[in-house]
Every structure is written in C-alpha cells, then in structure tokens.
C-alpha cells in the first residue's frame, strides 16, 4: 500500500477528563479535564489510495498449512488432467492484486485513462488529442532557444527552506529525473512536483527529455552535459 510523505506542524495531546458517576449527566457533567502537550508532530503519512484485501468465510484459518495448496497449483512441468481432480480450497488468496494505485471511474469502458479527448478540425482529417493537464512547470522542447531563469508566477506554495535545499541539490547536479530527485529529498509525489517546478524546467523532447533542469542551466551549449 502506497502512502505520501508529509510535512506537518500538528499538536500532540493528551486529553483526560475524570468521571464522576454520581453526577456526571447531559445536563450536568462533572469531573476535570486535563490536557497535556506531548509534542509536535512534524511528519504524517497519508494513505489516501485503496487497499487489496479478500473476504474469507468465518471460521477459515489462515496460516502456511491452508496456503500450501496455493503453491502445489504452480505448474512447473506438463501434467495430466489428473491434475484438475485434487481437492484445493475455494478461497484462495489472488495470485495478482490490483495494479493502480488510485480509483478511477471504470463503467465497463475500453481504456478509461485514455478517454478523454480534444478534437482539432484544423485540418481536413481529424485529431485526438489528451487534454492537457494542469501544470505550474516551465516546458520547453528542444529546440527553444535560450532556458528560462525563474519558475512561473503564480506556482504552488513551497517552504522556502524546501526550495533552498533544491536548488543544493541542482547546484550539485543540474539534471535530475523526478523519481531520484524525489528520493533524494524524501517528498511524496505531488510536494516533490510542486518543489520541481520552483527550481528546475522540464524538456518535452531532445536528449533530456523528461529530465529536470536546473533554471538559468542550459545543457544543450555545457560541454559537460554530454558525457
């Protein structure tokens, strides 16, 4: 189960209050409440994806002795159809579990992922084109002239101290893919992006594309970056 790494300045409490049976009511409660401060907690993981799980029937123990029939299924050999007449259990665990990570609205449809479209009748024949997604990148294909030096106004809130530490890292080196950038810095997916687009640009096509370059850093004119 996948879950994204937060940044967080929430209170910790520890929240008693003492009760008095006698007179402690709806209209009239009693007793104190005592609250004490724990600390602060700095980081949170959020699981904001779904989880595989399986229904068992009530009753059904689960331990390596009722999985072994799982594992006398795997055919590492030809054999006969006697094969089919052994007696396995009914519920078994799914040999695959989901691949995606988040919902999507399925409807029986033929690549629900992919069903939207924009079409342009510039042209006499008609084209299919996804609809762009909301972006605060600066993308720039190959063959731009001159990089841009500043991310785009308007962009995500990003703490300064978040950015600062980008920019030592494109400092070190200037072209980083996004999945090492965000295992570098320890940011979930979208905190990871929104730091991106604050310190680097993206290139849409050439030699780096879909890598990250750092802003005012122009890979294409370095001698360095060829090697």
């Given at each position: 189960?996948?879950?994204?790494?937060?940044?967080?300045?929430?209170?910790?409490?520890?929240?008693?209050?003492?009760?008095?049976?006698?007179?402690?009511?709806?209209?009239?409660?009693?007793?104190?409440?005592?609250?004490?401060?724990?600390?602060?907690?700095?980081?949170?993981?959020?699981?904001?994806?779904?989880a595989d799980f399986q229904y068992l029937p009530p009753g059904l123990r689960v331990n390596h002795s009722s999985l072994q029939p799982v594992h006398d299924l795997s055919v590492t050999e030809i054999q006969?159809?006697?094969?089919?007449?052994?007696?396995?259990?009914?519920?078994?665990?799914?040999?695959?579990?989901?691949?995606?990570?988040?919902?999507?609205?399925?409807?029986?449809?033929?690549?629900?992922?992919?069903?939207?479209v924009a079409t342009s009748r510039k042209t006499a024949n008609t084209s299919y084109n996804r609809i762009r997604r909301p972006s605060h990148a600066v993308l720039i294909p190959y063959t731009h002239k001159g990089v841009p030096d500043k991310p785009l106004?308007?962009?995500?809130?990003?703490?300064?101290?978040?950015?600062?530490?980008?920019?030592?890292?494109?400092?070190?080196?200037?072209?980083?893919?996004?999945?090492?950038?965000?295992?570098?810095?320890?940011?979930?997916?979208?905190?990871?992006?929104n730091l991106l687009t604050q310190v680097a640009y993206y290139f849409t096509s050439g030699p780096w594309a879909r890598l990250w370059v750092r802003l005012g850093y122009d890979p294409r004119v370095e001698s360095r970056s060829f090697t």
């Open positions: 189960m996948w879950g994204s790494k937060q940044q967080t300045s929430h209170l910790l409490l520890h929240v008693r209050k003492k009760r008095h049976p006698s007179t402690d009511s709806d209209e009239q409660p009693g007793g104190a409440t005592m609250v004490t401060f724990l600390g602060i907690v700095d980081t949170v993981f959020e699981f904001s994806t779904p006969g159809v006697d094969v089919l007449d052994k007696n396995q259990l009914l519920h078994m665990p799914p040999a695959v579990f989901s691949s995606i990570d988040k919902p999507i609205a399925y409807r029986y449809m033929q690549g629900t992922q992919s069903m939207k106004e308007g962009g995500p809130h990003v703490p300064l101290e978040r950015i600062e530490a980008g920019r030592k890292l494109f400092e070190e080196r200037p072209v980083w893919s996004r999945a090492a950038f965000q295992s570098e810095v320890g940011l979930g997916q979208e905190t990871g992006k």
